[in-house]
């Protein structure tokens, strides 16, 4: 059996041994992606970026480029694509007609009734399917809160005439 020369091996697998000429150009831009990101954070644009590429020797069209970043972006963050609530997003204010009671997990509406949230609903009736769980909740909403009379006025008063063409 032949020896294997392990020191020539790992020599030849080291970064160092990998030649420019056989590393494709998006190899090569994963290498520098934090540079260009650092650059769209500053407000280059891409077509610059690739501009000062090619002046560095890359020759890949702006569609390329595009989709070179996307790829390194995609394997460097691949639960990107799902968008997530920052840690310190501010919650949307409520509605002016709704009063939320997050312990009880009920909305109170300008009408005085009480509408209890889906969570609720799920401790309350634990056998019952997610479907039923949101028809529940859907119903507590059956009656209108307005009456026919405002709806009419509101018409009147938002709606603009409608123009003949």
Known sequence: MSEIDTRRAIASLAPEADTQARRSESARLAELIEHV???????????????????SGFTMNLRTFDKALYRIRKRRNPTRSVRRP?????????????????EVGTETLSNGRTIKSAAQLRRDNPTLPGVQI????????AD??????????????????????
């Open 37 to 55: 990101e650092a650059a769209f954070a500053r407000g280059v644009s891409r077509e610059e970026v690739l501009a000062r590429l090619h002046e």
């Open 86 to 102: 920052a840690d310190n997003a501010v919650p949307a204010p409520a509605p002016a007609s709704v009063i939320r009671s997050g």
């Open 134 to 141: 949101s028809k529940l909740y859907a119903q507590q909403y």
């Open 144 to 165: 209108p809160v307005i009456t026919m009379d405002e709806l009419e006025e509101m018409k009147r008063k938002y709606n603009p005439p409608l123009v003949k063409r």
